[in-house]
């Protein structure tokens, strides 16, 4: 019987209970936590230095109101790297693969800096629909423009985790697969072909790191946007 491609990115099941909810705890365990002692071991030391360098890049340029969203984002930082860095192991599952998921992420934050803005500074929140110095005839048209474009950021951030980490993951098996059929056919292609792969691998780590970053800067932006 011949399996989809798709099938890997089903959210899988065992006993009646979903994976996914053993997929999202298994982060947790990954990182130890701090103690009370003067000396850390290097792991701790290790994630302690890259918690507080990504915290200090990702917040410089917010204002001082901002910094009060420090713990979520790098919470939401480290939690999206985790998945996407052990979604690459084999006969695993990657929850970030599934647009709802990255989306229940996405709406709630996205929609927290919209309310942050209106209640803090509604004029400013709203004076974004429609830009400075805009032709009469052109204001119903602009303001319609930047509503949609304003509401379909979340789509964007849960599109464009989903379809790169998806992209990559069938690009992997696809090479793979080319990888055992040419392997009785040809042993030079099939070693080439193995290489691509390789080469794919340690593409799809730096794509699993750089999405997670790109996803939590563009919710510091639109944070930025509303305080």
């Known amino acids: 019987m011949v399996l989809s491609f798709f099938d890997q990115f089903m959210s899988p099941m065992y006993m009646g209970i979903p994976l996914m909810t053993i997929a999202l705890l298994f982060p947790l365990i990954m990182f130890p936590t ?6 850390n071991n290097r792991i701790i030391t290790l994630q302690s230095w890259c918690i507080n360098r990504f ?96 509401f379909i950021r979340p789509l964007a951030l849960g599109v464009r985790l989903t379809a790169n980490l998806t992209a990559g993951h069938l690009l992997i098996q696809l090479t793979s697969t080319a990888v055992f059929v040419l392997l009785p056919l040809s042993t030079f292609v099939a070693l080439l072909t193995a290489a691509v792969l390789f080469l794919l691998t340690l593409l799809e780590v730096a794509v699993a790191m750089i999405q997670a970053y790109v996803f939590v800067l563009l919710l510091s932006l639109y944070l930025q946007e509303n305080i």
């Not at 701090?34 to 000396?39: A, G, K, V």
């Not at 500074?121 to 005839?137: R, S, W």
């Open 34 to 39: 701090p103690s009370n002692r003067w000396m």
């Open 55 to 150: 915290t200090q890049q990702l917040f410089l340029p917010l204002n001082p109101s901002g910094h009060k969203w420090a713990l979520i984002l790098t919470s939401l930082m480290i939690l999206l790297v985790s998945l996407n860095m052990l979604g690459l192991l084999p006969y695993t599952f990657t929850p970030t693969t599934q647009l709802s998921l990255n989306m229940g992420f996405a709406v709630p934050l996205w929609l927290a800096t919209v309310i942050i803005g209106m209640r803090n500074q509604p004029t400013a929140t709203l004076g974004h629909l429609l830009p400075e110095g805009t032709p009469i005839v052109l204001i119903p048209m602009l303001i319609i423009i930047e509503t949609i474009s304003l």
